[in-house]
T-cell receptor, first 112, second 109 residues
Framework: SQTIHQWPATLVQPVGSPLSLECTVEGTSNPNLYWYRQAAGRGLQLLFYSVGIGQISSEVPQNLSASRPQDRQFILSSKKLLLSDSGFYLC???????????FGDGTRLSIL | AQRVTQPEKLLSVFKGAPVELKCNYSYSGSPELFWYVQYSRQRLQLLLRHISRESIKGFTADLNKGETSFHLKKPFAQEEDSAMYYCALRNSSASKIIFGSGTRLSIRP
């Protein structure tokens, strides 16, 4: 069966430090992958999505970037974190075509 | 541009009362609509999708293209329905999926 893993579950980082959040999927190939940020009052904001290795679509101009070095690996990064980057980050995957998305457990990021 | 609007941040109803969670969308193409639910301490998960036209846990949702709405309904609310509900829209290429701001449903005993 397919599974999705996100880590770490929580992260506390100082302003100006780099960031790397990882998401991996098992049990499927060539999934569509997504990064969302969940903020109170703003719901789920789509940050990036990828339909294949090396293919990244950015939805919101910001301090973050995403990469997909392998078929089932999706990484969210930043070179220098801002206070406004605090939030809850969710990774999701879906199969090809009209399949629904499946979400990970999320990472709570706190910037000090 | 794609947009999903959930006008209610919080909806509180008594157990046994009817529930309607509103969702309106904006999309120039042919959309696919979903409702996702997040129960306390659980992952966000799919509740239902408009193409299935099914009832899940007593919930139904009908796509109204004229009103560009996809409201979620249940005739008799149960306490276990308390959760965060998100409406989502997928574009015709089936890749990009955006969500509304969510509605927290609270069922009072």
């Amino acid at each position: 069966s397919q599974t999705i893993h996100q880590w770490p579950a929580t992260l506390v980082q100082p302003v100006g430090s780099p960031l790397s959040l990882e998401c991996t999927v098992e049990g499927t190939s060539n999934p569509n992958l997504y990064w969302y940020r969940q903020a109170a009052g703003r719901g789920l904001q789509l940050l990036f999505y990828s339909v294949g290795i090396g293919q990244i679509s950015s939805e919101v101009p910001q301090n973050l970037s995403a990469s997909r070095p392998q078929d089932r690996q999706f990484i969210l990064s930043s070179k220098k974190l801002l206070l406004s980057d605090s939030g809850f980050y969710l990774c999701a995957w879906k199969g090809q075509g009209t399949q629904p998305q499946h979400f990970g457990d999320g990472t709570r990021l706190s910037i000090l | 541009a794609q947009r999903v609007t959930q006008p209610e941040k919080l909806l509180s109803v008594f157990k046994g009362a009817p529930v309607e969670l509103k969702c309106n969308y904006s999309y120039s193409g042919s959309p696919e609509l979903f409702w996702y639910v997040q129960y306390s301490r659980q992952r966000l998960q799919l509740l239902l999708r408009h193409i299935s036209r099914e009832s899940i846990k007593g919930f139904t949702a009908d796509l109204n293209k004229g009103e560009t709405s996809f409201h979620l309904k249940k005739p008799f609310a149960q306490e276990e329905d308390s959760a965060m509900y998100y409406c989502a829209l997928r574009n015709s290429s089936a890749s990009k999926i955006i969500f509304g701001s969510g509605t927290r449903l609270s069922i009072r005993p």
